[in-house]
């Protein structure tokens, strides 16, 4: 079955504790990105990642870091974790760019809710 | 850079009504349009997209959305909804390379028994 996964879904720690969030996606997709998801703002993109050991940041890139090492993991780092990063978190990936005729969409992982105390 | 406005953060309507989710967009270059779904707990799904070609795209469910150029538009319609329509719906805006996704802040969508 197709999928993007992330772990953990629940996650509840303190300010200034390094913590990971994995994603993995089965469908040999060359892109890849994360987004949080705050109430009224919609979903704000982190960074996004072209195909290995490419990353380029979104909108909202502070107090984030990402890898891309492998083609089908591209996880998430909080170095330094603060409260103003409690939200959920998405994980999503696609076939890469429009050119190339591959016009699917992004398949979304099912989200990691983040609370920093 | 691109944006996405959704003016209506909530719409409440009785099951079988015809309803609207409206969507407008800015951008200085060619864009994709999308709408996806998501249901509580859950990620997004697709529900259609306009890339090119005919301006009246038709996606799951019964949904369907119009892109209008002159107007920034592309809102979503259904001519009749369903309890199970319930959830919040994000318009989305890529640039021609598919990179940069920008996200409207979502309309909940609440079907009155």
């Known amino acids: 079955e197709a999928q993007v996964t992330q772990n953990p879904r629940y996650l509840i720690t303190v300010t200034g504790k390094k913590l990971t969030v994995t994603c993995s996606q089965n469908m040999n997709h060359e892109y890849m990105s994360w987004y949080r998801q705050d109430p009224g703002l919609g979903l704000r993109q982190i960074y996004y990642?072209?195909?290995?050991?490419?990353?380029d940041k979104g909108d909202v890139p502070e107090g984030y870091k990402v890898s891309r090492k492998e083609k089908r993991n591209f996880p998430l780092i909080l170095e330094s974790p603060s409260p103003n990063q409690t939200s959920l978190y998405f994980c999503a990936s696609s076939p890469n760019g429009f050119q190339s005729g591959q016009n699917q969409p992004q398949h979304f992982g099912d989200g990691t809710r983040l609370s920093i105390l | 850079a691109q944006s996405v406005t959704q003016l209506d953060s909530q719409v409440p309507v009785f099951e079988e009504a015809p309803v609207e989710l409206r969507c407008n967009y800015s951008?200085?270059?060619?864009?994709?349009l999308f709408w996806y779904v998501q249901y509580p707990n859950q990620g997004l799904q697709l529900l259609l997209k306009?890339?090119?070609?005919?301006?009246l795209v038709k996606g799951i469910n019964g949904f369907e959305a119009e892109f209008n150029k002159s107007q920034t538009s592309f809102h979503l319609r259904k001519p009749s909804v369903h309890i199970s329509d319930t959830a919040e719906y994000f318009c989305?805006?890529?640039?021609?390379?598919?990179?940069?996704?920008?996200f409207g802040p979502g309309t909940r969508l609440s079907v009155l028994p």
């Open positions: 989305a805006v890529s640039d021609n390379y598919g990179q940069n996704f920008v």
């Open positions: 990642s072209m195909n290995v050991e490419v990353t």
């Open positions: 306009y890339l090119s070609g005919s301006t």
């Open positions: 951008s200085s270059v060619s864009v994709y």
